[in-house]
């Protein structure tokens, strides 16, 4: 799988903010709680296009943006673990929003990964 990482920035940048909407429905308060979502989705459409465009920065620009991203769900999927018993501002079953989460976390970590071994590797080819 060439460039998964890249590939899955364009389809990840577009969805996170796509459900997050979804979600929340009419219920946006406080930012605080969604808004990181709109900031990666962003960064992440952003840099997959850098790298697209065989920009020289492009690589390091989509492993800020994963790195990013990583950061912004740890926090979410492990207070959501963290609640169980809570419901979601959803109205989904608690579990469905872990699993959820728990696959945009593990997706998040592998593209992370592979988008420092791109930098590292110093491949700035189009993906």
């Avoid at 459409?45 to 990013?68: C, D, N």
């Avoid at 989904?92 to 992370?112: D, E, M, Q, R, S």
Wanted: glycine residues 10%; hydrophobic residues 50%; contains cysteine.
């Amino acid at each position: 799988m060439k460039n998964l990482e890249v590939r899955l920035a364009f389809v990840v940048g577009v969805a996170l903010p796509l459900l997050e909407s979804l979600r929340r429905r009419t219920n946006f308060s406080p930012i605080a709680m969604y808004v990181d979502d709109y900031i990666a989705g962003i960064l992440l459409v952003i840099a997959a296009r850098t790298v697209t465009r065989g920009k020289s920065y492009g690589p390091a620009f989509l492993a800020g943006a994963w790195g990013i991203l990583v950061g912004g769900l740890y926090s979410s999927f492990f207070s959501q673990i963290a609640n169980p018993a809570t419901h979601d501002i959803s109205g989904a079953p608690n579990w469905i929003v872990v699993v959820i989460k728990g696959v945009f976390f593990a997706l998040a970590n592998v593209c992370f990964v592979r988008a420092i071994m791109r930098t590292a590797g110093g491949q700035t080819t189009p993906a």
